[in-house]
């Protein structure tokens, strides 16, 4: 159980283009999603937090305009890359938490970017 | 500020030269404490979750003990399997985010 995907698992584009990264939990209704971001050899940094039906809480850095999340449903959360560049090239992992309780996250495999 | 740190950084062990690495935190209110494992170019695996101080979990050959300041996630005969980085986070009662902290990375050489 708790099993959560990403989609694509690699994604390659031209500077200037948007990409989308689907992230779906597959075995249970998720209260919430979670979108980091991670370096090499860095740990992961939380991007923003997302509830069903409303608005992402964006952390401080991290441009809305740029990384646009969507949460439509309980079992699937995206995000947006518009206009990437260069610096956008990162490995993206989506969580997902248990509705009620104690939450406790399950991440997705990952996403890489590469902006060229 | 909540804060999260581990050490070491890094730990090269031989098969079956048991160790411990720590966690120590420092939160507000401390809602529950995480360890994850995360293997190259893949997300990060739930290990345990504890709770409260005191509270101990184990699963195969790990342990995860935590104190009001500390965690140790200790390894008892490791096996080249368990390479990885092992994250620990920490969850408040102010919000649902996770605080990780920098991870360690274990070798363990057969």
């Known amino acids: 159980g708790a099993v959560v995907s990403q989609h694509p698992s690699w994604v390659i584009c031209k500077s200037g283009t948007s990409v989308k990264i689907e992230c779906r939990s597959l075995?249970?209704?998720?209260?919430?999603m979670f979108w980091y971001r991670q370096f090499p050899k860095q740990s992961l940094m939380l991007m923003a937090t997302s509830n069903e039906g409303s608005k992402a809480t964006y952390e401080q850095g991290v441009e809305k305009d740029k990384f646009l999340i969507n949460h439509a449903s309980l079992t699937l959360s995206t995000l947006t890359v518009t206009s990437a560049h260069p610096e956008d090239s990162s490995f993206y992992i989506c969580s997902a938490g248990f509705r009620g309780g104690q939450e406790t996250q399950y991440f997705g495999p990952g996403t890489r970017l590469l902006v060229l | 500020e909540d804060q999260v740190t581990q050490s070491p950084e890094a730990l090269r062990l031989q098969e079956g030269e048991s160790s411990s690495l720590n966690c120590s935190y420092t939160?507000?209110?401390?809602?529950?404490l995480f360890w994850y494992r995360q293997d190259p170019g893949k997300g990060p695996e739930f290990l345990f979750t504890l709770y409260s101080a005191g509270e101990e979990k184990e699963k195969e050959r790990l342990k995860a003990t935590l104190t009001k300041k500390e965690s140790f996630l200790h390894i008892t005969a490791p096996k080249p399997e368990d390479s990885a980085t092992y994250l620990c986070a920490v969850q408040t009662w102010y919000g649902n985010k996770l605080v990780f902290g920098a991870g360690t990375i274990l070798r363990v050489k057969s």
């Open positions: 939160v507000s209110g401390l809602r529950g």
């Open positions: 075995d249970f209704q998720a209260t919430t």
